[in-house]
């Protein structure tokens, strides 16, 4: 019987260990480290995950600076608001919610931030440090932080483990494999082409699973012991509860928990950490900010 990896304890810890920083950083520096988060539009689901975030910084002592823009919002408004945030000294990290409504350019928005700012890493030239030995990125996309700094606090061997992602994704999948690269796993990726997916996770000592498909990973596909992380979040019907449906994760919990060593719940594995390593993330780029100045 697997162990259960309790993201949501591990996330409140790191969470507590921000709150400490912050703290500190004022009594050294009297700054405080401030995180702006622009939404343009108004989806249930993003406003949903933008309340969060910024309840979690007013509980850090993360100041928040909140831009929220209509959904007819042009490209060049879009820019505008980032061009005036990257040059704010009081804003040390800016989130741009996704997904942007139709007429803006997602791409070009990310690549506006600047990189000191670029606290969910997704800015090219972040991705592109975390690719090169020696170059290390200014911050690290937060689920996959996330789904490493589990690993790494649940007391598992990252070094010479063979580690395998599904999925390939900018946010997820690929910054994954590459954090692990960097751990000294050898790493495999599958996704949606790759031949007998199985076979090749059967082989995982670590296995991340971030395709978003509803329980694609069995019991079976799994080496007994496996650490596994699920960062799939799969709306899937339910009629015994009141929304109609229930989240699940891409690995199918109740068979793989038979075979794993570690596993993470869904929900309440991976999903608190993104939040918390946001805040890491924004604490770590004040404090860079001020060690600049000083
Ligand atoms: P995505 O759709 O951008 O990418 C999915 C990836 O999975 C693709 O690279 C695709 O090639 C691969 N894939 C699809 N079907 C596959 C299959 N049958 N076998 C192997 N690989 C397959 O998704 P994403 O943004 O990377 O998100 C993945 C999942 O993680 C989603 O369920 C999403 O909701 C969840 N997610 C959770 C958090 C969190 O904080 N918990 C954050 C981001 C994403």
Wanted: proline share 5%; aromatic share 2%.
């Amino acid at each position: 019987q697997a162990k259960i990896i309790d993201g949501k304890k591990i996330a409140e810890s790191i969470r507590a260990e921000v709150a400490e920083g912050v703290t500190a950083l004022k009594a050294q520096t009297g700054k405080v480290p401030g995180l702006a988060v622009v939404i343009v539009g108004e989806r249930k689901d993003s406003q949903t995950y933008v309340r969060m975030k910024r309840k979690a910084c007013a509980e850090v002592g993360i100041a928040s600076f909140d831009h929220d823009l209509p959904a007819d919002t042009s490209e060049a408004e879009v820019l505008q608001v980032i061009q005036q945030l990257n040059d704010n000294p009081d804003v040390h990290g800016i989130l741009v919610q996704l997904p942007l409504p139709a007429q803006i350019n997602e791409q070009n928005i990310l690549d506006a931030i600047s990189i000191e700012k670029d606290v969910d890493g997704f800015h090219p030239m972040n991705i592109g440090r975390l690719c090169m030995k020696g170059r290390d990125p200014l911050s690290v996309p937060c689920t996959p932080k996330g789904c490493v700094e589990l690993l790494v606090r649940s007391g598992i061997t990252i070094a010479g483990k063979r580690a395998v992602v599904v999925g390939r994704s900018n946010i997820v999948g690929m910054p994954a494999a590459l954090l692990l690269i960097g751990m000294n796993a050898t790493v495999s990726i599958v996704h949606s082409r790759t031949d007998d997916p199985k076979s090749i996770v059967q082989q995982a000592d670590i296995v991340i699973a971030a395709a978003g498909r509803a329980h694609l990973v069995k019991g079976d596909w799994l080496k007994p012991g496996a650490a596994v992380i699920d960062v799939g979040t799969n709306a899937v019907d339910d009629p015994t509860k009141k929304s109609g449906y229930r989240l699940v994760g891409d690995v199918d919990f109740e068979e793989a928990k038979k075979v794993a060593g570690h596993i993470t719940p869904v929900p309440g594995g991976v999903g608190p950490m993104t939040i918390a390593m946001l805040l890491q993330n924004t604490l770590d780029s004040a404090r860079r900010s001020a060690e600049a100045q000083a």
